[in-house]
DNA sequence: GATGAATGAGCCTTCATTCAT
DNA sequence: TATGAATGAAGGCTCATTCAT
């Protein structure tokens, strides 16, 4: 007897794998990264045990969505982005997924280093130029800019999605360092 | 079905409503806000229902233990600690409570936002002497400071104990901010 | 050391258990006879453990309040009330006190019957004279009057308070007995 | 901390569904509407989530099994059973899910009304020939069948399970309607 | 490989009852 | 004797995780 009724079968794989990380984005956004595991599983159209096939567990399902964050900022950087073009982008990231960086944080070790090296590596290729420019404080370190990020991105989490973006750009102003903002981040 | 055990009557009231706050002060530090409140009660030596009576939300603890810190910080400013010193003294209480500042975040309105005018007040006492004396930025306004006090906080939630002060530190150079730290500060 | 504060002494005992009754009518109309005897003693102004010295048990309460109506029943009966008056100072009762019922049926052994035999003397003493009149259907024995107040007032703990009395208006016609509601009942 | 034991698998829905509903009309008719739901899940032997899952509140529940019920008169119905015999099936309901009544009376307003409509238009189907046969009231209207259901239902409520069939019985001549009440009703 | 139901641990909250003052 | 805080058992509900189909 075959399939009864609703199951596409291998064929759905990779389609239930990025409705999954969409899912996880929104959900994410909306409801913080405590956000039941199903409700995530629902909006993807997807069952919980193939979340569980493609995400064994939270972390990886947040490790997913940063992974692509970073690969859209080394895409930008590589289309010749400069400093505040993309701590733009790492800006609409934090205000789009509040809370990703809560999760990460806890089980660094692995999978959050690697990202953290990358995110580190795009920043340093444009660290001198910016400096050159003055885009962020003199005697500034790489360190210093992934620093910012952090603490930009961390208090974002406290905030309504509302505030987010005036909340960033004060930030920044403060920290000293040129952002610009892509078009669209409310 | 109700006592078991012993009932140490009306006198354990202010004995137990410390204890609590002691030990959600510590829960908070290790756990975060969203710890369960069963373990408050268990670390406190007292029994469900009576943190529900001393604190009948999740909010009502927070805020306590806060409320806390706030008169401690007022207290320094009256003994006649400067700006570095108050900094210090708020990045000690964001050390031993990290994670509070994310409850109050959320319910907002009303305790919290009596609570951040308090401690607005008690920097803006000290931000003319502080400005003359180079300890903070040129132009800085008090709600920079504010705004400084509240992404040091964030950015320490994320860290393990252990490398917080180091945090701290790190993040008030970055944003050309004096702090003194209390002494014994790990 | 004299009491410290609020403690009015022994004076109040009376003063407390009538507080009491008073409270736990009320409460036990608006919110059911499941209603948390804590609020019943706040209601009343009272201590815990002073309604628990006054009324052992939740029944204990009930019966009386119960107890009271009866008398109320037993006063207008010998001030000259005929058997529809006294229906409909048993109607009163059981609309104002709602969810009485319930909770005796459950220890009826002891008091409950006592009070049932009360009620059920009350009305065979009208019963010749209503039958005369009419009041009630041909045949229509004592236990048959005490099985309509059952049935009514058993009808009426399903009811919103606005309803109760058009219902119970509604069951006594269906039951062919007379019934003179006091004035004032809604 | 999940599944300890054995899981069944999708296979147990429907096994699962209906043992909580034998076991929901088991315990409430023997403690009432209000007892623990986890009461009846452990008389299902289904865990608490799935007694959720299939009801996601108690009115749920109640609903659920009071359908059954309503199924089972419609059924009689169209099988040619007469008032008096339909009467009595309702007589049966009342006294093997006592207590039910207590719980639809609260929710009224969308599930209860709707099953109300049903059995009214069962009941109203005979009116006419039990009115020809005298097997109610001259003069009874369907809404007063459904009023002298209402009060016989409410009574059995409060009765110990032993006493409710002829608690019943006299109820139904007390008003003067015919009931035939379903063979081994004790 | 997908599905979705099952499971039960665990947290929150309420409340009856006791008892030191 | 009154007071009111303390206590903890118990019930409601959620959700991570497993697993038969």
Redesign the pocket.
């Known amino acids: 007897m075959p ?8 064929a ?2 990779a389609r ?1 794998r990025s409705a999954l990380l969409e899912a996880a984005h929104a959900v994410f956004a909306e409801s913080g990264t ?5 409700s995530i599983a629902r909006r993807a ?6 979340l ?3 995400f064994p ?2 972390v990886s399902l947040v490790a997913a969505v940063v992974e692509e964050n970073v690969d859209e900022l080394e895409a930008a950087s590589a289309a010749g982005a400069d400093l505040p073009d993309l701590l733009g982008l790492v800006t609409r990231h934090a205000i789009e997924s509040v809370g990703v960086v809560d999760l990460l944080a806890e089980d660094r070790p692995r999978r959050m280093l690697q990202l953290r090296e990358r995110v580190a590596a795009v920043l340093a290729a444009h660290h001198e130029a910016a400096l050159a420019a003055g885009q962020v404080p003199q005697g500034a370190t790489v360190e210093d800019l992934m620093l910012g990020v952090e603490l930009v991105a961390g208090a974002l989490t406290r905030r309504p999605a509302g505030e987010r973006a005036a909340m960033a750009v004060r930030s920044w102003r403060l920290l000293g360092m040129a952002v610009a903002l892509p078009e669209g981040v409310r």
């Open positions: 399939t009864s009724r609703t199951n596409p079968g291998p759905a794989a239930n405590a956000a039941p595991l199903s159209g997807v069952g919980q045990g193939s569980y096939r493609h567990d939270r």
